[in-house]
């Protein structure tokens, strides 16, 4: 079983993940997890606290002579603003943050809880995320993900492009969108927020191809794969909805209108799909809880970021009296960030199926039972 756990605190000396059940043999490109943490960083909207760090992944376990080996695997980030001895208590919880909950829950400081609940533990979530997928990779099995909509503006995807010319396209955007054309647009509605002392959050879109039919099963609920994204996606900071396919624009349309019909393509019985084509993709690729060959699109909705310089009305813990938040450095927008991490969230949980399905100790294994899978499957 694929599992990992992060540690560390937002101003503590450093994060780390701890990834379990990765199997042995995958040759490891850690410039290629550092890309994916860089990208993190970026994006327009975000606060000083990004020119102060330079995330960097270095990995303790797990990893010698460049390929995995079967053990646990313990990736390090170091935090360069480590300062949590200094950092004093703020007597205020800031509104939608975890300040007020976890300080009674914890019965202990909101200091303690906000440095924890801080979404620069994400960085730890991305470095698992991107060296899980470098297993995925070798399977043809990519994802993008990238912004639809920021502060209640809507970012037309150029979706028609090839995949290769998509990942152009997103990175030429300073918001991430599949669409750099809309970006004085939108740095515009980032600007003026931060104006006003103000936030935004916004839509992300995630799509993952190269997907083999049968990850994740309609047999038990805990193994439905649409359940176990929404639980990864739901719980990236700030993250308040998940939608796959057409998600809640279904509820609202005739079933004829809603599900794929089923055609059959000789020409692509080698393919992923195994020839048996769909004209629509409503489902996001995912029915029943399993995977169904054709490409999953999730999404997910990120709530404008809790920290206000204009703060909402709040109470002294201390003497109960009425008084603004306390302000802390923050982002005006951290949604560009958030299509790093939600794509990397998702590509852990469907490393985490693809080794379920087609697991074994090591590389060389997975690979003969993915190809036995597929001859028998394509013969069916
Ligand atoms: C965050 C507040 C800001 C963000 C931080 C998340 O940090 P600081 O309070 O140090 O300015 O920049 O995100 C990161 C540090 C990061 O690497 O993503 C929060 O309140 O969640």
């Known amino acids: ?37 860089r990208r993190r960083q970026m994006g327009y909207g975000r606060g000083k606290r990004q020119s102060l760090e330079e995330d960097k992944v270095e990995i303790l376990s797990g990893v010698w002579n460049g390929a995995t080996i079967g053990s646990p695997i313990h990736l390090r980030i170091d935090n360069n603003d480590f300062k949590l001895p200094r950092l004093l208590e703020l007597p205020r919880p800031r509104p ?59 970012i037309p995807p150029l979706k028609h492009l090839p995949f290769d010319e998509q990942l152009t396209e997103r990175d030429r955007s300073e918001v991430f969108s599949l669409n750099a054309s809309y970006d004085p647009q939108v740095k515009q509605v980032i600007d003026q927020a931060r104006e006003s002392g103000d936030t935004v959050g916004g839509i992300i879109e995630v799509r993952v191809e190269g997907l083999p039919f049968g990850l994740g099963s ?26 796959i396919g057409l998600g809640f624009e279904a509820a609202r349309r005739r079933g004829s209108q809603v599900h794929d019909p089923i055609q059959f393509d000789e020409n692509r019985r080698g393919e992923a799909d195994l020839g048996y084509v769909r004209p629509t993709n409503n ?25 206000l310089q204009k703060p909402l009305e709040s109470i002294d813990m201390e003497t109960k009296q009425p008084m603004g938040a306390s302000y802390e450095r923050s982002d005006i927008c951290a949604v560009p960030a958030a299509s790093v991490i939600v794509q990397h969230v ?31 499957a394509a013969a069916r």
């Open 1 to 37: 079983m694929l599992r990992y756990l992060t540690s560390g605190e937002s101003h503590g000396r450093c994060l780390s993940a701890l990834i379990d059940g990765f199997p042995a043999g995958v040759p490891i490109d850690t410039e290629a997890i550092d890309r994916e943490l």
């Open 96 to 154: 939608g943050h975890g300040d007020l909950p976890g300080a009674i829950k914890y019965l202990g400081s909101i200091r303690g809880v906000l440095e924890r609940a801080s979404a620069r533990e994400t960085a730890a979530r991305v470095a698992a995320g991107a060296f899980v997928s470098q297993l995925l990779q070798r399977f043809n099995i990519r994802a993008i993900g990238y912004v639809v909509e920021i502060g209640g503006l809507a």
């Open 218 to 243: 309609h047999t038990q609920w805990d193994r439905k794969l649409d359940g176990r994204l929404a639980q990864a996606v739901m719980s990236v900071q700030a993250i308040k909805g998940v939608e």
């Open 283 to 307: 489902a996001g690729g995912l029915e029943a809880g399993m995977t169904n060959g054709q490409p999953l699109v999730i999404r997910a909705a990120k709530k404008p970021i809790s920290t």
């Open 346 to 376: 998702v590509m852990f949980e469907i490393a985490s199926a693809f080794i379920e399905k087609f697991g074994g100790d090591s590389l060389a294994e997975i690979e003969d039972r993915y190809q036995r899978f597929l001859a028998l």
